[in-house]
């Protein structure tokens, strides 16, 4: 069963700790939403499960309750001491202490190493800490995760399925729709956390279609050098990134248009013109 706000304060509280702002710690408190979470992962007993800042274990007791094998990655050293207590007895439940992500575009080894080994459908369902969410998502998508399942910033997932053009649309949307098909399942208040974040939150899941492979990080770098001339013409952004004007020809399209009006197919096809001998 999902803690309640109160349960979550009294485990804090018996182990000396308060949420702490600088790792982006806002705990689920609503019951309802927390099983609508692990329920979006469809999880079954051959997939592996990645849960990112578990907290308390309130959303981890949940998973371990549909059969899979969760993967908890904490930083904050006196959760992962909690956890470890509340939940060691649990064969199907393994902790990494430590960051999630190795730097600003690479995945913690130990939890990299865990997505490759594992045969079966590795999945990443967690109510994502906030300041760390956009990298870790397009990361585990490159790294192979078959299936996100999170709550994160409305804003975050409005950027993550935006459209071309849009005010929102921009290298994530790109990365996250060329790497996987998108869904907004719910919109989630900010009553449904503590402490209460001033924004509302979003249940998105994402389902990994990857059209990138190997390129998938070079086009990343690509595509974040074309995007921030956003405002100029197609001709001089692409100029800026690297490309020449005989490439931008053979893409067929319009040299006047602005960066943020090509869709991720077109930007997939400047850059493989660009890449071309």
């Not at 990138?212 to 952004?237: I, M, N, P, Q, Y």
């Amino acid at each position: 069963m999902a803690q309640t706000k109160h349960q979550i304060q009294e485990l804090l509280a018996q182990a000396g700790l308060e949420p702490r702002y600088r790792f982006g710690q806002n705990f689920m408190i609503d019951g309802n939403l927390c099983r609508l979470v692990a329920d979006a992962g469809n999880i079954s007993p051959d997939d592996r499960v990645i849960e990112v800042g578990p907290g308390t274990g309130t959303l981890t007791e949940e998973l371990l309750a549909r059969g899979g094998r969760v993967i908890a990655i904490e930083i904050d050293r006196g959760l992962a001491a909690l956890l470890r207590e509340r939940l060691a007895g649990n064969d199907r439940f393994q902790l990494i202490e430590g960051d999630a992500l190795a730097g600003k575009h690479a995945i913690n080894a130990d939890l990299l190493g865990e997505i490759r080994a594992w045969k079966g459908p590795v999945k990443l369902v967690s109510n994502l800490p906030y300041n760390i969410a956009s990298p870790l998502i397009i990361e585990s998508l490159i790294a192979g995760v078959s299936l996100l399942a999170f709550t994160v910033q409305k804003e975050v997932a409005d950027r993550l399925r935006a459209a071309a053009g849009s005010d929102a649309y921009g290298p994530l949307s790109v990365m996250a729709q060329l790497l996987s098909d998108v869904e907004l399942l719910r919109t989630m208040p900010p009553q449904a956390f503590w402490p209460m974040p001033r924004i509302d939150s979003a249940l998105v899941r994402m389902t990994r279609r990857d059209r990138l492979g190997e390129k998938a990080d070079s086009f990343s770098r690509w595509v974040h050098a074309l995007f921030s001339s956003r405002r100029k013409t197609l001709k001089k952004a692409f100029a800026l990134a690297g490309g020449d004007e005989a490439a931008l020809r053979r893409s067929g399209l319009l040299p006047t248009i602005r960066p943020d009006e090509l869709t991720p197919e077109q930007c997939l096809l400047l850059f493989g013109v660009a890449a071309a001998p």
